[in-house]
């Protein structure tokens, strides 16, 4: 396990040298993340969904905004940066140690981590000192909103088993919704507004 860690952090590494890397330009390996943390939150189901159909909920994600055009380049960054950093918040709390298989727990965590360190340094480049301003209104106080809501559906449903079974298909689709928009920002070369 040390040894794929260490190889998925030297990949990372490489992909973000001066001939890895396209300035801003999510790598390949940022995307291949994005679906490696999707297929883990997908193992980590314990119990069917029919069981929890009385808990269902629409907490409203902000998918046209996430994955519709109307992003900038510096405004699509801070947007998949704060939902990853709040997907990562939501998974690393002590509640959620108890809900989930510790060791995919821990790999989705690790996962996370890597993408949004990956981000970090692109988000430093595009915002620069305009970051405090961006991350406090606009499309990135949605996302925080939105995710607002999911602590609060979690603290009402007494962090039941089916709560977080609930959660963990909204963060499929919100984990969904993040791979396309890095896709097409990756492909788009930070343009999202190309058609």
């Known amino acids: 396990m040390a040894f794929l860690l260490s190889l998925l952090m030297a990949l990372v590494l490489v992909s973000y040298s001066p001939g890895g890397s396209l300035g801003c330009d999510l790598s390949q390996n940022h995307v291949l993340l994005g679906r490696q943390n999707l297929k883990l939150l997908g193992q980590m189901t314990r119990l069917s969904p029919r069981f929890c159909l009385q808990d269902r909920k629409d907490f409203g ?3 046209e905004m996430v994955e519709g055009g109307q992003l900038q380049k510096d405004q699509a960054i801070s947007v998949l940066h704060e939902m990853l950093q709040q997907c990562f918040n939501l ?4 509640r959620s140690s108890a809900a989930w298989d510790t060791t995919l727990l821990e790999q989705l965590r ?5 993408q949004l360190d990956d981000l970090d340094a692109c988000l430093g480049q595009v915002m620069g000192k305009e970051d405090s301003d961006l991350r406090r209104m606009g499309p990135t106080l949605t996302v925080k909103k939105y995710f607002q809501g999911i602590h609060v559906y979690l603290q009402e449903k007494e962090y039941s088993d089916c709560a977080w079974e609930i959660v963990q298909v909204e963060m499929m689709r919100a984990l969904s919704s993040i791979s396309r928009l890095q896709k ?6 930070g343009n999202l507004n190309s058609p």
């Open 91 to 94: 998974f690393h709390t002590e």
């Open 61 to 63: 994600l902000p998918q």
């Open 184 to 189: 097409r920002l990756r492909k788009m070369g």
């Open 110 to 114: 690790t996962g996370l981590h890597q």
